[in-house]
């Protein structure tokens, strides 16, 4: 683009770059009645929110009603030549994205049998407005959004445990869990070192006045540090994972649904990449539901007979007490459970536990709730110290009904500017599949065939910029306005995007000839022959209006 006068002169144009940051607390909320069913009938007014046990003042509030809806096609104008304009056609492109992300690095052999046959019965049943999309924790298995079975089959075919290192086997001595790990090296718990002590000297044979010997401490806690080590590993890679896919998501232009599908695992020390996981997902208009593919699992009350170190032997006529063993197994299967909760509770999500029944686990987790609430405040003298904050949302005067909405979020630890907010909200409504008509904006496509494999894709932009203000400076009437239009597939992949800013420095003269034509910009794409959806999304920094348009085009 090149507009050469005074009026708009381009100071940039680019790929446009999607970014998250944190400055409004968000929580989305879903209300349920006593029989389970979402409430879509309340208002702000009758919710309340608390930061650190203070209410706090709901400046943004939304009720969403997550019923498929189509795409929005072109508006037509007369600006552009009737034979140039592509005509508005009716839009059958997607409504909803279902990206399944399967645990490979966590799950065993068992679970994803059991998990893959459900989630083929899932996939052979997808809607016609629906993609499924299939990834992996470890990275090994991918799988873009599609609607084609076979494919999918195809990719849930290829899914196979990947751990980072192989299983500790029943012969393992000592035998340490991850949760046992963590408790013995960061959190110093002399029992469960102690639990250890007595498994290495079971398993290993030692003379029990090897019990309290500093080498046999420092075996223990070496292999403590081992397991963590290879057991922090594989969760950051877990929620790297989780969090590019987020990022990968927020670039659908329908509904968009995670499905994390894990036995679950820890995530010690990080509970501040989770909480930023959750609201990146909340700022970017991701749900996250979770299917514990352990299904319904019990501890064994005195250990695994299979290994020797762990075994508790109940004492005959003496009434059984829990040693710190076994208290261990327990909260460390319950522990696997809160990254699974947290993200599903956090972003108004589904979290499938406890059930064997994994073909209604992948009905249930696929689906969203009829009806959810947006809610947002800006905490008062907020400290950006990085500090966590528990969150409580409740209703006035409705307390027969179920609440499920985040439990708190970490205060950012440095501030946002009024530049990085702005780029903040462009980047989400590009992100977004709704329209908004605060600026008159009139999109049109063009497209030129220069042969049967390649094309030229033209989105022309007509701003009508009467409705605009301007501010007086140096003899000037001055605004900005930010331009981002962007390209999706078929399938509702996003191809390309590109951003201008078009800075306007008008004489009075000069205002008033463009308060007759307006502001044009063309934006040109080399893609194939197909069908198309474009989106442009305007914004002006005076009066921060926007406006999005949605636009389809088939190039045959």
């Not at 929580?27 to 309340?48: I, S």
């Not at 893959?116 to 298995?141: H, M």
């Not at 899914?159 to 980072?164: Q, T």
């Not at 500790?168 to 790990?181: H, M, R, V």
Request: glycine content about 4%; overall charge negative.
């Amino acid at each position: 683009m090149a507009i050469k006068d005074e009026s708009a002169t381009p100071k940039m144009e680019e790929a446009a770059r999607f970014r998250v940051n944190v400055k409004l607390v968000l929580a989305r909320v879903v209300v349920r009645d006593a029989n389970g069913h979402a409430v879509g009938n309340l208002h702000k007014e009758d919710f309340q929110i608390f930061d650190n046990g203070k209410p706090q003042v709901i400046s943004d509030f939304d009720v969403e009603h997550l019923a498929p809806q189509p795409s929005a096609a072109a508006n037509a104008t007369n600006s552009i030549p009737p034979s140039a304009v592509q005509p508005a056609a009716p839009s059958t492109f997607p409504a909803r994205f279902v990206a399944y992300l399967f645990d490979d690095l966590h799950l065993n052999f068992g679970d994803l049998a059991q998990v893959r046959e459900a989630a083929l019965r899932r996939f052979n049943a997808l809607a016609p407005t629906e993609r499924a999309a299939i990834f992996s924790t470890s990275g090994q298995t991918t799988l873009d959004f599609t609607d084609d079975p076979v494919q999918l089959k195809q990719a849930l075919n290829k899914l196979m445990p990947r751990p980072i290192v192989e299983t500790q086997g029943p012969t393992e001595c000592p035998l340490i869990s991850f949760y046992q790990a963590d408790l013995i090296v960061n959190k110093h718990d002399q029992g469960a070192l102690q639990a250890g002590l007595n498994d290495y000297i079971h398993c290993a044979n030692l003379p029990q006045n090897m019990l309290n010997s500093p080498s046999t401490d420092a075996f223990v806690e070496g292999k403590a540090s081992e397991v963590l080590n290879v057991g922090e590993h594989e969760s950051r890679l877990a929620t790297t994972v989780l969090r590019d896919l987020v990022r990968r998501m927020a670039a659908m232009p329908g509904q968009r649904n995670l499905v994390l599908v894990s036995p679950g695992f820890l995530t010690p020390d990080m509970e501040y990449e989770d909480n930023d996981l959750v609201d990146r997902a909340l700022r970017s208009q991701v749900v996250i539901s979770s299917l514990d593919a352990r299904g319904l699992y019990a501890d064994i009350p005195f250990g695994d007979a299979s290994n020797p170190g762990r075994v508790e032997l109940e004492i005959p006529g003496q009434t059984y007490t829990p040693t710190p063993r076994t208290v261990m197994d327990t909260l460390s299967a319950t522990a696997q459970d809160d990254i699974l909760s947290v993200l599903a509770y956090g972003t108004g999500g589904n979290f499938y536990h406890n059930s064997n029944n994994m073909e209604e686990g992948f009905r249930r987790v696929a689906d969203n709730p009829e009806f959810y609430y947006m809610l947002g405040f800006t905490p008062q003298n907020l400290k950006m110290d990085g500090r966590y904050h528990t969150l409580k949302v409740t209703l006035k005067n409705r307390e027969k009904y179920d609440l499920q909405a985040r439990r708190g979020y970490y205060a950012p630890r440095h501030d946002v500017s009024a530049e990085e907010e702005a780029k903040r909200e462009i980047e989400d409504e590009v992100l977004s599949s709704e329209e908004l008509h605060q600026l008159p904006v009139a999109l049109h496509t063009q497209f030129f065939k220069s042969s049967d494999t390649s094309a030229k894709l033209t989105v022309v932009a007509r701003v009508d910029v009467k409705r605009l203000h301007y501010k007086q400076a140096d003899n000037r009437n001055q605004n900005d306005l930010t331009v981002v239009t962007a390209v999706f597939d078929h399938n509702g992949n996003v191809l390309q995007a590109n951003q201008k800013l078009i800075q306007m420095r008008w004489k009075d003269e000069t205002l008033q000839n463009k308060l007759a034509s307006g502001i044009t910009l063309r934006t040109s794409f080399d893609v194939k022959p197909g069908r198309y959806l474009v989106r442009v999304v305007a914004r002006d920094t005076e009066q921060q209006l926007m406006s999005a348009e949605n636009g389809a085009v088939e190039i045959p």
